[in-house]
């Protein structure tokens, strides 16, 4: 009977070859990663929840600049007031990051296709 016959590489079980070898690296290498990233980024959310305070200045996902008046733990809601009398009521999430206020300022002047600058430029 041919398909009982057995070869002695299929008796020797599971063999390490370097191929394999690699991949399981590979593949370590990958878990560790991936919960190293994960702890950086349960950090920075953790730092940034302790910014996050009353009278902060902060800017949501979607480019609304406002000044924080409040967090509803148990809603999940902020109230940002985005000018004077003006609140917006948001969802905490949407709160990006909490902007800074040693922004550098950059100069107005500009170069135009002449070379003067602040020279205002002619329309044709």
């Not at 191929?19 to 991936?34: R, Y």
């Not at 809601?77 to 922004?103: C, K, M, N, W, Y």
């Amino acid at each position: 009977m041919l398909f009982l016959q057995t070869t002695p590489a299929a008796q020797t079980g599971f063999a390490l070859d370097p191929l394999t070898i690699i991949m399981l690296l590979v593949l370590a290498a990958m878990i560790f990663f991936m919960f190293r990233s994960n702890k950086k980024r349960k950090a920075q959310a953790e730092e940034l929840q302790s910014k996050m305070v009353p009278g902060s200045e902060v800017m949501t996902n979607f480019g609304l600049f406002g000044e924080l008046r409040s967090i509803d733990e148990e809603r999940n809601e902020a109230f940002i007031e985005v000018s004077p009398g003006t609140i917006v009521r948001v969802h905490r999430q949407t709160l990006a990051r909490v902007v800074d206020d040693h922004v550098e300022e950059t100069s107005d002047t500009s170069i135009d296709d002449a070379g003067d600058a602040g020279e205002p430029r002619g329309r044709a």
